[in-house]
């Protein structure tokens, strides 16, 4: 089997093939081809990925580095596309552009979603196009922020080829699991929303809802990050364990004052961590991956800190920085599709009545059963009122956004970020659209 991920350069590519050197079941991985734009990238990793497979015996998939992207693609059954139009660079100008204004400089949240997504929908698409062309049988995972609309842009090219995935539902289906003394295997997780917003709202173990009984025991939910970052009496009040990312929406004005505070912005953390081990190069045989596990546990580490920081959560569990997320689901989902090896996961797919009140396009994140036929979301309970009226409002600022960036609007653009709660200012958009202007190539050739 020959999987390509998009993206192949990126920082988090040995996690993915960890967990493939750790797959020996039939069908496997094979061939495993990286595509980047960037070849020096490709070749750090592609010496990270040599120290990975020497240590595990010398068996593996393997590894094709490639630059072209349709000859990446040529014979793939899956793709996992994670891409980063305008790299780090590119995000730390989404949260210095937004934080300099006065409001919510983050990656995904915020102005920073609706920025990242500008510049990012054009080249998702011409992916999509070059997937329907090159590789029209293919299965494409997509990692790449913003999940939900980034797949919903893709979906209009390929359908229900496309899915997105995000680890934030099960690393707090996990960490709800061990505050409640269950196997997550054991569990059945009654989550809804969008990417980055969505809510537990029951936990289901032989038939009995244990969520009630966490949310009435602040010790408990205080073993989990969740906990430490909501509060057990927000928690409480709202009956639900929300998404970690809705900490931004929650308690907003506590994250904007966090992040000024701090004096540097995630994405700046991140560019000084990982600058080292990109100006060091590929390195001596045996030596990039012990670089490459290095920078990784301090990015783990560093994960929503100003959020930890600001409502004193502590530091990360051992278990949340051990890594396999993004790169565990989508095995999981690849293996369910190739093998027929019946699951149920968080996934990115077309509504189609599954949350009340939506149309049957807009993607959702949502629980699916997955098999040899593909994703299947199962039925839910409606939103309450509050949790519906974001969900409606971000999926109207994702579909402007989209809209945006394929038309190359600058009036539509401010319109989408004008929209967005986390901004709420015609003035304040502009001001970010305009700084974006100024210092993003990668938007000045989307928007006109």
């Known amino acids: 089997m020959r999987l390509t991920i998009l993206g192949g350069g990126g920082f988090r590519v040995p996690l993915v093939h960890r967990a493939l050197l750790a797959d020996e079941g039939p069908g496997r991985v094979t061939d495993l081809v990286l595509h980047d734009l960037d070849a020096g990238r490709l070749r750090t990793i592609g010496r990270v990925l040599e120290d990975a497979t020497r240590t595990h015996g010398g068996a593996g998939p393997r590894v094709h580095l490639e630059t072209d992207l349709e000859t990446a693609l040529a014979g793939a059954d ?72 980034v797949t919903e842009a893709m979906s209009r090219i390929l359908g229900d080829r496309v899915v997105g995935i995000c680890d934030s539902p099960v690393g707090m289906f996990k960490r709800v699991a061990r505050a409640l003394g269950v196997s997550p295997d054991e569990a059945v997780f009654d989550y809804a929303g969008l990417n980055h917003l969505g809510w537990l709202r029951r936990v289901t173990v032989a038939g009995e809802d244990l969520l009630p009984g966490l949310l009435a025991d602040p010790a408990a939910l205080l073993r989990t990050e969740e906990g430490r970052l909501f509060g057990p009496d927000w928690l409480a009040t709202l009956g639900a364990v929300p998404n970690e990312y809705l900490w931004y929406w929650y308690y907003r004005s506590d994250a904007v004052a966090a992040e000024q505070a701090a004096g540097h912005t995630r994405g700046e953390l991140l560019l000084e961590q990982q600058q080292e081990f990109w100006a060091e190069g590929p390195g001596a045989p045996g030596e990039a991956f012990a670089g490459w596990e290095q920078a ?15 409502t004193g959560a502590g530091e990360r569990e051992q278990e949340d920085l051990d890594g396999g997320g993004y790169d565990r689901v989508a095995l999981q ?97 502009r001001g970010i659209l305009d700084s974006q202007l100024t210092a993003l190539p990668e938007l000045r050739s989307v928007l006109r």
């Not at 510049?119 to 998702?124: E, G, I, L, N």
């Open 78 to 149: 899956f793709v996992f596309s994670a891409i980063r139009v305008g790299g780090l660079a590119g995000r730390v100008c989404d949260e210095r552009s937004a934080l300099d204004l006065g409001v919510l400089g983050q990656e995904t949240t915020g102005a920073g979603g609706v920025c990242y997504g500008l510049r990012t929908v054009p080249v998702a698409m011409q992916i999509a196009e070059t997937v329907r062309r090159v590789a029209p049988e293919a299965y494409v995972i997509n990692f790449t922020n913003p999940a939900g609309m």
């Open 296 to 310: 990784r546990l301090q990015r783990e580490a560093t994960y929503m800190a100003e959020s930890r920081e600001a």
């Open 333 to 429: 989902l690849m293996r369910a599709i190739a093998r027929d090896e019946a699951t149920t996961l968080i996934l990115n797919v077309p509504n189609r009545g599954t949350i009340a009140g939506l149309d049957t396009d807009a993607v959702v994140e949502v629980p699916c059963s997955v098999d040899a036929q593909g994703w299947r979301p199962h039925a839910v309970d409606p939103l309450d009122p509050h949790a519906f009226g974001l969900v409606s409002t971000m999926k109207a600022v994702e579909r402007t956004t989209v809209q945006a960036a394929l038309s190359g609007s600058y009036a539509t653009a401010t319109k989408a970020l004008a929209l967005h709660p986390l901004v709420g200012s015609v003035t304040v958009a």
